[in-house]
């Protein structure tokens, strides 16, 4: 990984060519280590499977020694018995060998996995950082409730229905991210396939943007709300030099997961491209209000006239005289 940093840093644009080859003789080699690997254990598990047998055979010929066995007898029992002994042995050094190597092997093999995992890491790592294509960020845009039941109800409305949005704003696939269905007033989107944000990651720099969003897909972008009216908003730097500064018709939520706009076109495609930049840029549209803050009338005043210490004292007072009037009473 550290070389790949450095490969970046000096900007080799081969290095991803290199890493890959790199990758694919790695491949070469763990392939051809897993199949000795697997030979040698079938071949471990075989000379076992004779050692077992030859064991058994030098054991039984061993037992015949104690027979009474006519002289001849006796001499062939002692020679089987020692050459199967004998052969028993050569093939238990054998399985030593074989063992020595299969531990050898897959030390080996265990350590190229390993080591061919972190190359195509770094592949991976490599191909995201030479791209020159970055995923937009999801944006989603939704109407309030109350423009959803003004429009609904056929009630005069600056709102723009979801007509008006999805032909102007939608990006999505109907086949996976539902279709829009007219019910007069107005559209809704409809057969919503589960998780059907997934189906635009293989497109890096395709801008999702779904109008009527399922609330899965809300909570994986930012939403646009389109609010009913104009409001007013104070923006994050709230005051200076003695002034409040208010935003009009524009909010945007610290995360930037939440833009609430006012029921205006131009505002609304502003909204839209802020979005899609993950709440960095300008804004033209919106009006910045800037307001005097005004001196309190007890400024010029001692500050025991204020009025919290007034009502401190009125109330300190009252609690003492309630007091004298329930003597005897408590």
């Not at 074989?98 to 890491?121: G, H, P, Q, S």
Request: charged share 30%.
């Amino acid at each position: 990984m550290i070389e790949i940093v450095f490969l970046l840093l000096l900007g080799n644009a081969d290095a991803l060519v290199d890493l890959q080859l790199d990758v694919d003789e790695q491949t070469e080699l763990v392939a051809e280590l897993e199949l000795k690997y697997e030979e040698l254990q079938a071949e471990k598990i075989d000379k076992g499977i004779v050692l077992n047998g030859l064991f058994l055979e030098f054991s039984q010929w061993e037992a015949e020694e104690e027979w009474d066995n006519s002289k001849s007898r006796q001499e062939f029992v002692e020679f089987m018995a020692s050459e199967k002994k004998n052969e028993w042995r050569v093939n238990y050094f054998k399985l030593g060998d074989i063992k020595k190597e299969f531990d050898i092997t897959k030390d080996k093999y265990d350590t190229a996995v390993v080591l061919l995992e972190r190359m195509e890491k770094d592949v991976e790592n490599l191909a995201k950082a030479n791209s020159n294509t970055d995923r937009y960020t999801n944006v989603s845009i939704s109407l309030s409730k109350n423009c959803k039941t003004m429009i609904e109800y056929n009630m005069y409305t600056n709102c723009p229905t979801y007509r008006e949005l999805f032909d102007k704003f939608d990006t999505t696939d109907p086949m996976v991210s539902g279709v829009m269905v007219d019910y007069g007033y107005d559209v809704e989107r409809t057969n919503i396939m589960n998780k059907h944000w997934s189906f635009y990651k293989s497109e890096p720099s395709y801008e999702l943007v779904m109008v009527d969003p399922d609330s899965d897909f809300q909570n994986k972008s930012v939403n646009i709300e389109i609010q009913v009216r104009d409001f007013t908003t104070l923006s994050k730097q709230s005051t200076r030099d003695g002034e409040t500064i208010v935003w009009k018709n524009f909010k945007v939520t610290n995360d930037c997961k939440r833009i609430l706009v006012a029921p205006d076109m131009d505002l609304i495609t502003e909204a839209v491209e802020f979005a899609k930049n993950n709440c960095s840029g300008e804004v033209e549209h919106f009006e910045e209000i800037v307001i005097k803050q005004k001196t309190t009338p007890h400024e010029d005043k001692n500050w025991r006239d204020s009025p919290a210490l007034v009502y401190q004292d009125w109330l300190r007072n009252a609690i003492e005289n309630n007091k004298e009037l329930r003597l005897g009473l408590d």
